[in-house]
């Protein structure tokens, strides 16, 4: 027995919803995969904020209709498709769909959408290869502590410079 129309609207309402909050879109090829791989990759998306979803292209069709953020995503609604939509950490769920494609050897990214800007599978990859959130901040703030240390020393070596000119000064006097 099919869905009825009530159902799928439930769900076409339920796609936009998440694509209202997402920040990106991955497209995944999920052929061959089974259920326990299906919910080990949702379990894995759950710590960036991501969550995979498997829906006819047509419904994700309806639910991008008339959005313009979401409307390049059309391109890759082909074949059957699983949705990771992410609302939070996008590198850590690139991550995540990598290192789930990495154990499997089973789906493959078709692309993905970000701030309206079609991604490559390189692009993709790109993204999965930059630190995460929390080494960059660390990275920053260890720059900047470095720079305020230099500034320091530089600003404390002017008296000490000039005490010891002086210095000479007075004992080259004598």
């Not at 936009?16 to 089974?34: C, R």
């Not at 379990?43 to 991501?50: C, D, W, Y």
């Not at 991604?119 to 960059?136: M, Q, R, T, W, Y």
């Not at 720059?143 to 002017?158: M, S």
């Amino acid at each position: 027995m099919g869905r009825t129309l009530e159902s799928k609207q439930q769900i076409v309402d339920e796609l936009k919803g998440l694509l209202g909050e997402a920040e990106m879109a991955l497209v995944l090829d999920f052929k061959g995969l089974s259920i326990k791989e299906m919910s080990d990759l949702r379990i894995r998306l759950q710590a960036s904020k991501g969550v995979c979803k498997v829906t006819k292209n047509t419904l994700m069709r309806r639910a991008i209709d008339g959005n313009t953020a979401w409307a390049n995503l059309d391109s890759l609604l082909t074949g059957s498709n699983a949705f990771v939509l992410v609302k939070g950490d996008v590198g850590g769920a690139v991550k995540a769909v990598q290192s789930f494609q990495k154990d499997t050897k089973k789906s493959e990214v078709k692309g993905g959408l970000f701030e309206g800007k079609l991604l490559s599978e390189k692009d993709i990859k790109a993204i999965g290869d930059l630190p995460s959130k929390e080494v960059l901040m660390a990275q920053i703030a260890g720059a900047i502590n470095a720079v305020a240390t230099k500034l320091a020393v530089g600003i404390n070596e002017v008296p000490s410079g000039l005490a010891r000119a002086l210095k000479q000064h007075a004992e080259g006097d004598s």
